[in-house]
């Protein structure tokens, strides 16, 4: 019994080396340098306990580049929209749990070993910049570009479409997408979502699966909004 609580122990803290080393070891590892120009755009990282998504102003650069996704009902052009949030993640657990009232135990075990992927883009109203579950950030106008080119090139095409999972959505504004890669726990949503504010020159955690590990590492990592040339 002494030598299996030992075990457990020694992988318990194993795990939590690698969250620490994740979570605060910088990726990249050397920071991008400043941007020449001053130009800026904010986005926002919206978190919930388990997920994040990122929300991208709906101005005319993001309806020019997110055009192609308009034929599949997205509201991109309705009155008072605001934002567009896009999230990934394994299609079971996204398509089959809306709400915590709607787990089941195939999504959560298919999330835990390897599932296949999607994109969740919804169109938002005015979002509290003040809530706890919001953190505004700023980039260059170079790096959000290089984000949304990121973004694009998550989804999987047909004919050079996003390819529609019809009957998806949780409501009127929200449309899901067959994403590229695949999806398990330890290289999940909050991974991609990582990725993405990398590609616009922001640093994070090297290893962040978890909401809180990203947001730490974005807090307390030095510089994590240094623009990106």
């Not at 996704?69 to 309705?78: A, D, K, R, T, Y």
């Not at 599932?115 to 883009?121: A, Q, T």
């Not at 990398?198 to 590990?213: D, E, F, K, N, S």
Request: hydrophobic share 45%; proline share 8%; with cysteine.
């Amino acid at each position: 019994m002494r030598r299996v609580l030992r075990v457990l122990s020694a992988g318990l803290l194993l795990v939590l080396f690698a969250l620490g080393l994740g979570t605060f070891v910088p990726r990249p590892l050397v920071a991008p340098s400043l941007a020449a120009s001053t130009e800026t755009r904010e986005i926002l990282l919206l978190s919930n306990p388990i997920h994040t998504d990122i929300a991208l102003p709906l101005d005319d650069e993001v309806r020019a580049a997110f055009a192609d996704l308009m034929p599949s009902g997205l509201p991109i052009g309705m009155p008072g929209a605001d934002y567009l949030v896009f999230g990934w993640g394994g299609r079971s657990f996204y398509l089959e749990t809306p709400t915590w009232g709607d787990l089941k135990p195939l999504p959560v075990l298919r999330a835990l070993t390897i599932d296949r992927s999607v994109l969740h883009v919804q169109v938002a109203g005015p979002i509290d910049l003040h809530h706890p579950a919001v953190r505004p950030l700023t980039i260059s106008a170079e790096g959000r570009r290089r984000m949304i080119a990121s973004i694009r090139d998550s989804f999987q095409r047909q004919g050079g479409a996003p390819i529609v999972i019809e009957g998806a959505a949780y409501g009127l504004d929200d449309v899901f997408f067959e994403a590229n890669g695949h999806f398990n726990a330890l290289i999940g949503c909050n991974t991609w979502t990582a990725a993405m504010l990398r590609q616009g020159g922001l640093t994070t955690g090297w290893w962040t699966p978890l909401p809180q590990l990203l947001d730490w590492s974005l807090a307390r990592i030095e510089s994590p909004a240094k623009l990106q040339s």
